[in-house]
């Protein structure tokens, strides 16, 4: 068996491979760019991982692997202009370096790209592997109209936002980790409980996500604290202090959420602390932390269920309690 390290060394080679073939150079150049500059790999590792589980040969599904790692990321290439954020991993985003009209295109043919690396898989897998990358595909774009349709909502509950971070961002990990398990043979039962595995971590993963944003280190976070503060982002954070404050808690919220000023201003930093401060006093932190560790808990007993020794699970076990180890 190989460990992650192994394993995201495979990846990150096979990754620089894509596109560098074809022309225009104009149209794939960003596209390396976009995978050039870093990313966790989260999800082709918990492929082969899983993959890993029943077989040895990994380097038989690396395209695979690499198929949902540029998915993910024509993902965010797109995030990034519909945002219009100007930084990704601390570089600026495609719609920036380049324009609006070559993100479009590009990740499009990021899109087609990710298609054609899980298209080679044996005949006898090959519909299902498909039928589940394409319904994953659609359920993130689900998840990601009803994260803007949030926006524009002040009565957004726990239950609408944690069905909406299923849709964007956990189906992509469960189904990494179903691909990996259908390509080794797993059992049809073994199959549905890794996807469950993985739907629960990214759900997990996600509100930790919300977490660090305000109580994360700025040195280990990589970034300014506070930036879904600043823009009013719905998210386990906000939502839950909005249905919990009193009277006077909830008029500062509203007026604080009425503020918008700029990150990095002084304003914005008063914003940050009120908010974070008001977070405290109803007790955000300690109900976020509290569901973090019981959607991971509910995610141990599928992990228990398939049907391999846990020597087997090694690898996969300490690869996501890793994952929710981060500070980052």
Known sequence: MKTSEQLLEL????????????????LYDPIGYVLSIGGKRLRPVLMLLAYNMYKETVEDIVGQAVGIEVYHNYTLLHDDLMDNAPMRRGHETVHL????????????????????????????????????FTTTALEI????????????????????????????????????????AL????????????????????????????????????????????????????TY?????????DSEQRRQLE???????QEGTAEGQEKIKAITNLYNQIGIDKMAQAKIAA?????????????????RKQYLKAYVEQMMKREY
């Open 295 to 311: 959607f991971f808990e509910q995610s141990r007993k599928y992990l228990d269920a398939i049907g391999v020794s846990d020597e």
């Open 141 to 180: 774009g689900e998840g990601q109209q009803y994260d803007m349709d949030f926006e524009h909502r002040n009565d957004v509950s726990e239950d609408e936002y944690i069905e909406m971070i299923r849709l964007k961002t956990s189906v992509l990990l469960a189904c990494a980790l179903k691909i990996g």
């Open 183 to 234: 390509l080794a043979g797993a059992s049809a039962s073994d199959c549905e409980n890794i996807y469950r595995f993985g739907e629960l971590v990214g759900l997990a993963f996600q509100l930790q996500d919300d977490y660090l944003d305000v109580y994360g280190d700025p040195k280990v976070f990589g970034k300014a604290i506070g930036g879904d503060i600043l823009c009013n982002k719905k």
């Open 97 to 132: 370096r380049w324009n609006a009209n070559q993100a479009i295109l590009s990740g499009d043919s990021m899109l087609v790209l990710a298609y054609q690396y899980m298209s080679h898989c044996s005949s006898e897998k090959l519909q299902q592997v498909i039928d589940l």
């Open 11 to 26: 990846v990150n080679d096979r990754l620089r491979e894509v596109g560098s073939s074809r022309r225009p150079v104009s």
């Open 237 to 245: 954070m906000l939502i839950n202090a909005l249905a919990k404050a």
């Open 255 to 261: 007026y604080w959420i009425a503020q918008t000023p």
